[in-house]
């Protein structure tokens, strides 16, 4: 059926293309010119899979475009962990590309993106096993032709890279079904008394939210199956200032909110506050300071900004100033009423006050503490 | 000259190198071994083969008359110069140190600027200095004596080295590899000795010939192998056959090399005039071994290196067992599942990043993935304990002096006072130059853990800050502790300072990192103190606990105090003192909030300090002439725009004013008097609406009132008022007496010398109607049997006096014939004891000024 719709859908037409269309060319290329032994159904070599995340050109003058711009330590461990038949848990904060690089991870390996279990809250446990065509099952009884196959089941019997995103929300039970596909690498069905096996090639990569605790933990046996590799938040202060506008002018004119004057200061206060509540430590490095127990991520960053343009453009003197966004931050701050309470002022009073330029600030964030 | 000589060109501190040096020594069996290191050690050579003598260890060479100048050439037991030296010595050949003398070296003045470019033994790793604070002491340094520039034997020399400071970079880079230190360790360190143990410095040599082709060589590096190049010459002469020499590979082409004879005579005849030196071995760590000062040459990883170097068979494997057994004994849960897979990842990690071994970033980067579940937190750990490590060598007790005693033993002779295994008592007087330097002495070498002298109470007066009384008694295991503390440096100055800076950063609690200040402002140890005080700043900012905030202040206020009196420059402190002040004012209401009974007791006492503490803070900053308490500080407000005055202790009012713009230039005392009062002031309104874990407990409450009262932020009206709503019959019992006490406690005398007071709690109790009373009588009962006996009394007996509702009423019997010329005769006296400049009129503002400076008394507690 999946596959019915996408080879009936002209690849022009789709609103985004998977990894393994968009980048086939650069695929092809790496294949091609790629001499160093592959694990098995392995379309690439783990080096030239690392150099497709992390970009490079190759000696035919093929430039592969980087899709992952961070430290280059993190990819390689990714994709030996992957082959090494241990599976990858990619862990981090909202909005540091844990999804994208688990999907060209998937698309460099196998060719193939689109094995993918979205973990909701909801998540049954046929969508990490199998599930039964009720009709088939009804009027020819239990049979291979009756079962619907997970996409992890897919993955296995073809030998590839299955993907599970938001791990942790799917329920405890359902996450545990992973065990034994991960630990004897098969999946037994009892109702037909037999089993898919994995083949060689076939692994898995998840991903979870490493701030956002109290989903739904992993086990331990779970955990201790899978290496895990936390992907980082932008490492300065400016690649995130980068970062924000850009996803802030997206989101703006999506929202046709007016472009604003003052709208780089602000962002830039805005990052600071976020990075340095964050790291606990000034952007000068001379102060420590306390860590609220919210996220802070960047994406949270971004809704504070578009938020305080929209509040400027619709209600305000149509000037992002310091008072648009001071309310979203002490929402994006304040998780713990009480002991984030205390983080905030105390980073108000000990940091903020203190700090050149920043009068109208903490002025309108003071307006907001009680 | 029919002599084999063999140069066996290393990296200083590189395992492969001292395993390929080991087993080229055992192919050659040279007759005499000649190792890179200052030729002043080779009397004390004999001691390297010592059953004590354990590494990490390190030859410390100082210049007699200045123990402050020193060198440090530090030997860990996978270094090869100590590989070769162990085998010379049970091998029973000659073994010699050929480096130009650290005497030469310690000629010249250190100079401030010391070149990062100039690794002059050419090797990564090669230089070691010692990261101890301070611009006195030259930086140590490698086996090879690789100086810093400043520390050449003539500083007007340009600097060494290569084109682009970095002779193994060079190579890498000419290999493909943009990391020298991993591609050297690819190259030499990882790679186990093959058939012909010579081959691979044949190998090194060749490469290092061809980058000293384009010159590069310093004139420093010059002098030290025309010295060398002597020094093999002496060997021959001396009728030896297999002359093996162990330097840095940087220096093998020079030595392959001989010049004439006289060209190095020539050469060597420019040196400077020797100094005296003296040279001893001293106790190392692998944490000194990994320090970085400035140019990064230290060893980042002496552990990990002891490891390779010590472990046979697969080293990958055991250290991931110790890795594992480490994170265990830390509660993270790591089976021997664990421990393969990180094995198999590290070694896969290696394959594809193209190495020959799964070196430490591999290592890393599996034990973080697959044990630490991708936390770099767990991963510190790993990487202290094991990748640094804690490894202390040990000196046998025949090695010379320290210069650490020599100095300390100058000490005792120009501050007479001799160590002598008998106590005795000692009173210095801190007025008088010579105690205070003793005073510091003996602090200092409590800080070093050499306990000679402990504080003891003295027989004449006990209370004064500028007396001090010691119990000196010398034990003889103390010549042990010195040896110990030669690490930290060599003179006593110089050690105390490096041991509390490297205390403070591994102290682990506040209080701990308080008392260390107190410590070092008693000391004199200026130069400890900015690390020190950041480490607790830094510290303070993530602590949570607001007791622990408060003892911390007080702590740094008392040593503001002693600051004072001992001349220190104590602003760093005072900053300190006011950031956590300011975090107890954030902090204080919600760590209030819901108390139990013993909570809050322990919590008042808390705010007590605090409120001390801070008016100590404020009295430190200098008395201006508007400073009296009774006023309304409103003249820190400026002309800022919040500046409106507010009599009412407003938290908003008082911290808008702190911002104004002339709040920025100082932070005023007064802005954070007024912080404090405003704290305290929400802490009083806090009451329990709804049970008592929604309010800050009674006896808070009224502490914060009395305190503001006592102050003057409240008049006493309000002070009624408040105290007639809490002795309500709507609030609960237990909290009413709570507050009460906490109004009364610790001054109940006050009641006798502030009639205010107890008319209030008079004219309240009176106004209280019949059948309520029996209900408060109780509480009543209870807080007024908790005053002293003497208090009570006097009380009854005022209230039966009669009337005290106001001030005024104040039993005026003595006062009603007062002989004022008596009373005037007191004055002078008086005046003296206020230390005011002589018998001061009493003219308006005079007694005023004088009557500023006595401590209030409304916290000592009349027992």
């Known amino acids: 059926m999946t596959t019915a719709t996408t080879a009936g859908t002209a690849t022009a037409e789709v609103l985004r293309e998977h990894a393994e269309d968009a980048f086939a060319a650069e695929l092809a290329a790496l294949a091609a010119q790629d001499d160093r032994p592959r694990p098995e159904r392995w379309r690439l070599s783990p080096w030239a899979v690392a150099t497709y995340l992390l970009g490079g050109a190759l000696p035919d003058g093929t430039v592969i475009t980087p899709k992952y711009i961070g430290p280059r330590r993190i990819v390689e461990v990714a994709v030996t962990t992957l082959a090494t038949d241990r599976a990858l848990l990619l862990l981090g904060v909202p909005g540091t590309a844990k999804t994208w690089v688990s999907e060209h991870l998937a698309a460099a390996i196998s060719g193939d993106s689109t094995l993918l279990v979205q973990g909701t809250a909801g998540t049954p446990e046929e969508a990490v096993r199998y599930g039964w065509n009720y009709a088939q099952l009804l009027a020819h009884g239990p049979s291979r032709d009756a079962l619907v196959p997970s996409p992890v089941m897919r993955a296995m019997a073809d030998g590839k890279i299955a993907r599970v995103e938001e791990l942790t929300r799917i329920p405890a039970d359902v996450q545990d079904s992973l065990i034994t596909i991960l630990s004897e690498k098969t999946l037994p069905v009892p109702e037909l008394g037999g089993e898919t096996q994995a083949v060689r090639g076939f692994n898995l990569i998840a991903t979870a939210n490493d701030r956002d605790r109290g989903v739904n933990e992993l086990s331990s046996a779970l955990r201790r199956r899978f290496n895990t590799v936390v992907l980082p938040l932008p490492a300065t202060l400016d690649e995130e200032v980068d970062i924000v506008t850009r996803r802030v002018g997206q989101l703006g004119r999506s929202l046709d909110l007016p472009e604003l004057p003052g709208g780089a200061e602000e962002i830039r206060r805005v990052v600071t506050v976020f990075r340095e509540l964050r790291d606990g430590v000034t952007a000068d490095g001379r102060t420590k300071v306390k860590t609220p127990s919210s996220t802070l991520s960047t994406a949270e960053a971004i809704s504070v900004v578009t938020n305080g343009l929209a509040l400027a453009a619709h209600f305000g003197d149509g000037v992002l100033r310091a008072g648009d966004v001071t309310t979203g931050i002490l929402g994006a701050v304040l998780r713990d009423p009480v002991a984030d309470q205390v983080v905030w002022r105390e980073y108000l009073e000990g940091v903020v006050r203190e700090r050149e330029g920043w009068k109208d600030f903490y002025r309108a964030a003071r307006e907001n503490v009680r | 000259m029919s002599a084999e000589v063999t140069l066996l060109g290393v990296r200083h501190h590189g395992p492969g190198s001292a395993r390929a040096v080991a087993a080229a020594l055992e192919q050659l069996r040279p007759d005499v071994v000649l190792v890179e290191g200052p030729p002043e050690a080779d009397p004390i050579i004999g001691l390297a083969g010592d059953k004590e003598m354990v590494p990490p260890v390190a030859l410390l060479a100082h210049a007699v008359d200045d123990p402050a100048r020193a060198a440090f050439w530090p030997f860990a037991v996978f270094s090869p110069e100590w590989v070769a030296v162990r085998y010379a010595l049970e091998a029973e050949v000659p073994v010699r140190f050929i480096d130009l003398p650290a005497a030469y070296g310690l000629a010249t003045e250190p100079a401030g600027g010391q070149d990062p470019s100039e690794p002059s033994g050419g090797v990564p790793g090669g230089t070691s200095p010692d990261g101890r604070p301070g611009p006195a002491l030259p930086a140590g340094e490698g086996p090879a004596g690789d100086r810093p520039a400043g520390d050449a034997p003539d500083g007007v020399l340009p600097a060494g080295g290569p084109a682009g400071g970095d ?40 490469a290092m010939t061809a980058l000293r082709e384009d010159g590069g060589a310093g004139r420093r590096d010059e002098l030290r192998e025309a010295y060398m190049r002597q020094q093999v010459r002496a060997a021959r002469r001396a009728g030896h056959r297999r002359i093996a020499v162990v330097c840095g590979a940087w220096h093998v082409p020079a030595l392959a090399t001989m010049p004439t004879v006289a060209h190095d005579r020539a050469l060597l005849a420019t040196l400077p005039k020797k100094v ?42 055991r250290w991931m067992t110790m890795a594992a057994d480490l994170l265990r004994q830390e509660d993270h849960p790591v089976s021997s599942a664990h421990v393969i897979e990180a094995v198999r990842l590290a070694g896969t990690l290696a394959v594809m990043r193209g190495r020959p071994l799964a070196g430490l970033t591999e290592t890393l980067d599996a034990v973080r993935s697959v044990m630490c579940d991708g936390s770099d937190v767990a991963l510190a750990l790993v990487h202290d304990r094991l990748v640094i490590g804690d490894a202390l060598g040990e000196v046998p007790d025949a090695a010379p002096a320290v210069p650490l005693q020599r100095d300390l033993t100058r000490l005792q002779r120009t501050l007479r006072l001799k160590p002598e295994p008998e106590a005795r008592e000692l009173d210095l007087d801190l007025r008088k130059e010579n105690d205070v330097a003793r005073s510091r002495l003996l602090h200092r070498l409590r800080l070093l853990g050499v306990d000679w002298g402990t504080p003891s109470r003295s027989a004449v007066n006990s209370t004064g800050t500028f007396r001090e009384s010691w119990r000196l008694r010398w034990e003889p295991e103390f010549a042990v502790r010195i040896v110990e503390a030669a690490q930290w440096g060599t003179t006593v100055e110089d050690a105390a300072t490096g041991k509390a800076v490297e205390t403070a950063a591994r102290a682990g609690e506040l209080g701990a990192l308080t008392g260390l200040v107190e410590r070092c402002l008693l000391a004199g140890l200026s130069r400890a103190l900015p690390a020190v005080m950041q480490v607790l700043a830094d510290r303070a900012a993530l602590d949570t606990d607001v007791a622990q905030l408060a003892g911390a202040l007080t702590a740094l206020v008392r040593a503001l105090r002693y600051g004072d009196v001992r001349g220190t420059d104590s602003g760093a402190l005072d900053a300190v003192a006011r950031g956590l002040a300011e975090r107890i004012c954030v902090g204080l209401p919600p760590a209030c909030t819901g108390l139990d009974a013993e909570g809050a007791a322990a919590m008042r006492r808390s705010v007590d300090e605090v ?84 309010g800050v407990p009674g006896l808070l409450r009224g502490r914060a009132v009395r305190l503001l009262l006592d102050d003057g932020r409240l008049d006493s009206a309000e002070a009624g008022r408040r105290m007639g709503l809490v002795l309500s019959t709507a609030s609960a019992p237990a909290d009413a007496a709570g507050w009460v006490e906490g109004f009364l406690s610790g001054g109940g005398a006050l009641l006798l010398h502030d009639a205010r007071l107890l008319g209030l709690l008079d004219a309240w109790l009176a106004g209280v109607p019949g059948e309520v009373f029996t209900d408060v009588l109780p509480l009543l009962r209870r807080t007024f049997s908790a005053l002293e006996a003497g208090v009570r009394r006097t009380v009854g007996a005022q209230v039966a006096a009669g009337p005290l509702g106001a001030p005024s009423a104040r039993p005026a019997g003595p006062a009603a014939d007062l002989d004022e010329e008596r009373a005037d005769a007191a004055l002078p006296t008086v005046a003296l004891l206020l230390g005011l400049a002589g018998p001061s009129p009493a003219g308006p503002g005079g007694p005023g000024d004088g009557l500023r400076l006595i401590p209030r008394q409304a916290d000592r507690r009349s027992a």
């Open chain 2, 611 to 694: 409120h001390t503490a801070i008016s100590l803070l404020e009295n430190a900053a200098g008395p201006g002439p508007d400073r009296t308490p009774d006023t309304a500080p409103d003249h820190t407000s400026g002309t800022g725009p919040d500046a409106a005055p507010d009599p009412a202790p407003d938290n908003d009012a008082a911290i808008s004013r702190a911002g104004g713009p002339d709040g920025a230039a100082r932070p005023a005392a007064d802005a954070l008097a007024d912080r404090w009062a405003a704290t305290l002031g929400s802490l009083a309104r806090r009451e329990p609406a709804g049970g008592a874990a929604t």
């Open chain 2, 276 to 317: 005296r030196t003296e040279i001893t071995w001293v106790p190392w760590t692998h944490r000194r071994l990994s320090q970085h000062t400035g140019y990064g040459a230290g060893i980042a990883s002496p552990g990990w290196y002891h490891h390779l170097f010590s472990t046979d068979g697969d080293p990958l494997a």
């Open chain 2, 167 to 206: 002779p193994i970079g060079a190579l890498a880079a000419a290999a493909g590899h943009d990391d020298a230190e991993r591609w050297w360790e690819d190259v030499v360190e990882h790679r186990a000795p093959g058939a012909d143990a010579l081959a691979p410095f044949t190998a090194v040599a060749e």
